[in-house]
C-alpha cells in the first residue's frame, strides 16, 4: 500500500510513521507506531535438526523473500553469534550450508554474498 507523502522507518525495537503536514512539502511528523511484541526467531537447541541447519533454513528463508538481495551481503559471523545466541563455528557452518547450496559467495576477509535467490 502507497499512501503520498507517508514513510515507515524501523528498527528491531520501533517502527515509526512519519508524514508530512501541508501541501507541497512542509514539516515532518513522525509518531511511533506499536504493533505489539514482535516475536523473535528462536532455535532448538536440544531438537533433532542442528542448530547450523536451522540458521541456514532461516537465512535460506530470508534470501528467498527478498530480505537479503542478490549482491548483499549476508549477516556477518558476529551478527548471527549475537542474533542466535550461538558461538562462531555454529554460525560460520551454518553460513557455508549456503555457499555449498550455491545462494552465497563466501570472499576471504570480507563476508559472504548473496550470488541468486532459489
Known amino acids: 500500500m502507497h499512501w503520498p507523502g507517508v514513510a515507515v522507518y524501523w528498527t528491531a525495537q520501533t517502527i515509526r510513521l512519519a508524514w508530512y503536514s501541508g501541501l507541497g512539502g512542509g514539516s515532518a511528523v ?8 514482535v516475536p523473535r526467531v528462536t532455535i532448538d537447541h536440544d531438537g533433532p535438526v542442528p542448530v547450523y541447519r536451522q540458521i541456514a533454513a532461516i537465512l535460506r528463508d530470508r534470501i528467498e523473500h527478498g530480505e537479503i ?20 563455528l ?28 532459489s
Request: glycine share 10%.
Open 69 to 88: 538481495l542478490p549482491g548483499h551481503p549476508v549477516p556477518s559471523e558476529p551478527r548471527l553469534v549475537q542474533e542466535f545466541g550461538v558461538n562462531r
Open 90 to 117: 555454529t554460525a560460520r557452518k551454518a553460513v557455508h550450508v549456503l555457499a555449498d547450496e550455491g545462494l552465497v559467495e563466501i570472499v576471504q576477509g570480507r563476508g559472504a554474498y548473496v550470488i541468486r535467490q
Open 30 to 37: 513522525s509518531r511511533p507506531v506499536s504493533l505489539g511484541t
